[in-house]
């Protein structure tokens, strides 16, 4: 059973989300514990080999890269396998998948009250909480720009939403292996317990009355929650934050995408802080 698991070009049915391409026969799909591309792939077997499956390389990929990959897994004692290139295009259908492909086992995930302990109460702190994202790519690109700006993880939850697998360490380019990926049951109580650390908790919603950009500076422990692709920030969650926020936007578009909206926020509140860290030297 094990074996055929492992064929070449056999799609892998766990239930999860998919990454969905195009190709001429039209929409096909990636499973979602597949990792591909040779930055994504190269980080997740030097940063986190034990959730690594299987490498599986094309036999025309060629030193200098093939050497570090092969170095690093043998390192990390991650099992590779060497294959022609058209086993890589069944397996990754329609992807840029530059010979490289790797399976992995799903994220370690932590929890939120251990984790918010283990945080220092004198340092300042951005948490990006996330309300039911549900695209893998919104995932990914979230927390790709959660790194970028600094923040101390990621929150999400549990059900009814993406979960951190191979599209969104793709999409994230390798961020999801460092970022700190924090899931929870309850979107609400999540918030409730983040300001009970002493976060000021901030939500982004179109229909805020008070502007991103006309609202003082965010405190230097921030809990920033975005909401559904279609939906938004649900109500009562945003009911339980401190403060709504919108990001003021022109033309006919009406809203942003919500991984562009979270970069947005996140970088305002990494600005700030090292603004506010300038003035005080």
Not at 250 to 274: C, D, H, P, T
Request: proline share 5%; net charge positive.
């Amino acid at each position: 059973m094990g074996e055929k698991r492992e064929r070449m070009g056999r799609k892998a049915h766990s239930g999860k989300p998919r990454d969905r391409r195009e190709s001429r026969r039209g929409p096909v799909e990636i499973a979602d514990d597949l990792c591909w591309g040779r930055q994504p792939v190269l980080d997740l077997v030097k940063a986190s080999p034990g959730r690594c499956v299987k490498l599986v390389i094309a036999n025309n990929v060629r030193p200098p890269f093939l050497d570090e990959l092969v170095d690093a897994a043998r390192a990390g004692r991650v099992v590779y396998q060497m294959t022609a290139p058209e086993a890589l295009d069944a397996l990754c259908p329609g992807a840029r998948h530059q010979g490289v492909a790797c399976r992995v086992t799903e994220a370690k995930l932590l929890e939120l009250e251990p984790f918010l302990d283990s945080l220092s109460q004198d340092k300042s702190a951005l948490l990006v909480v996330l309300d039911h994202i549900e695209d893998p790519h919104n995932l990914g690109a979230v927390v790709r720009s959660a790194e970028a700006a600094g923040a101390a993880a990621v929150v999400f939850p549990k059900r009814r939403s993406a979960l951190p697998g191979g599209t969104v360490v793709k999409v994230s380019a390798g961020a999801a292996l460092r970022v700190p990926m924090v899931s929870v049951v309850n979107v609400t109580r999540a918030v409730e317990q983040i300001k009970d650390a002493r976060f000021w908790t901030v939500g982004l919603d179109n229909n805020a009355e008070s502007s991103l950009w006309n609202e003082s500076s965010f405190p230097a422990r921030t809990a920033l929650v975005v909401g559904a692709e279609d939906e938004g920030v649900s109500r009562l969650v945003g009911e339980s934050c401190d403060q709504l926020l919108r990001i003021p936007v022109r033309g006919r578009i009406g809203s942003l995408n919500a991984a562009v909206a979270a970069a947005v926020a996140m970088f305002q509140w990494a600005r700030e802080q090292e603004t506010n860290s300038g003035a005080e030297r």
